[in-house]
């Protein structure tokens, strides 16, 4: 395998970046992550994943896109019943081969996984995301680290959805006459960073023009915006994203652009 693909590919960086921030939450912060849940997790995304290459007809299978997902999965869900845990991950790996538009995946794997098992069941929840203001800082820091490693790939839609959805906090907070410090204490939220980095990011499933991707990214601020502050409903973001993904194909069919590829990519991923 060339070595200088694998040094390239931005999912190898995601996926250290997740794993250490996974440890760091189980061993320092006590996540409260059940352990069988995360194993569970793991193992379905892998063998779902296997599965859906063999079902699809593809040369190879790659787990790495899968490992994200899964990693994804266990750090924002909370269940105390390990099926469910099983069942967001066939529900992930298994929207990125059956749910598909023009080459591309519609959802988000694990954004599809968590708004099935928010809606459809009451044993599952996203976790909040409050890990501190210096774990929250050091993980910003880090996930900016990784958009220069990567070379900022496809970074316009984190960019915009972050942008828009500060100003909008901001503002808020202006017209209430809020002290800004409100604002900020939002946006110091590890979930957040985990959607915005590593969720509302991912190449396979934003437009492919880069002027497209910024409006989606402010698209799904403004919707994460109104269901958080208008309907005062939690997780904004993760909702949003689900109901903004459908018009990921008009985009791509009014903006043309290039369809991303993984360099080691040969199918789906």
Not at 52 to 70: C, E, H, K, Q, V
Not at 144 to 168: D, I, K, N, Q
Request: proline share 4%; glycine share 8%; charged share 10%.
């Amino acid at each position: 395998m060339d070595r200088r693909l694998n040094t390239l590919d931005p999912r190898y960086y995601q996926i250290a970046v997740l794993s250490s921030l996974l440890c760091f939450g189980i061993f320092v912060l006590d996540f409260g992550i059940r352990g069988y849940n995360a194993i569970a997790i793991i193992l379905t995304t892998q063998c779902v994943q296997f599965l859906g290459t063999r079902w699809a007809g593809l040369d190879r299978f790659d787990p790495l896109s899968a490992m994200i997902t899964s990693l994804s999965l266990t750090l924002l869900l909370r269940t105390d019943l390990v099926l469910l845990a099983i069942l967001a991950a066939c529900i992930a790996i298994g929207s990125k081969f059956l749910l598909r538009c023009n080459g591309k995946h519609i959802f988000n794997p694990a954004n599809i996984a968590l708004v099935s098992l928010m809606f459809g069941s009451d044993q599952a929840w996203v976790s909040s995301g409050q890990w501190g203001s210096t774990t929250v800082g050091a993980f910003a820091l880090v996930c900016l680290g990784l958009v220069v490693l990567t070379r900022a790939r496809r970074t316009e839609t984190t960019f915009a959805f972050l942008t828009a959805y500060a100003l909008l906090l901001l503002g808020r907070a202006l017209w209430l006459g809020d002290p800004l410090g409100i604002p900020l204490h939002q946006l110091q939220n590890g979930a957040l960073l985990i959607f915005a980095f590593f969720m509302i990011s991912d190449p396979k499933t934003t437009p492919n023009s880069a002027a497209a991707r910024l409006v989606y990214g402010a698209l799904v601020a403004c919707i994460a915006y109104t269901i958080q502050f208008v309907f005062y409903t939690p997780n904004g973001p993760i909702i949003a994203l689900m109901l903004a993904a459908p018009l990921v194909p008009l985009f791509d069919l009014a903006m043309n652009g290039r369809i991303y590829r993984w360099q080691q990519q040969q199918g789906v991923s």
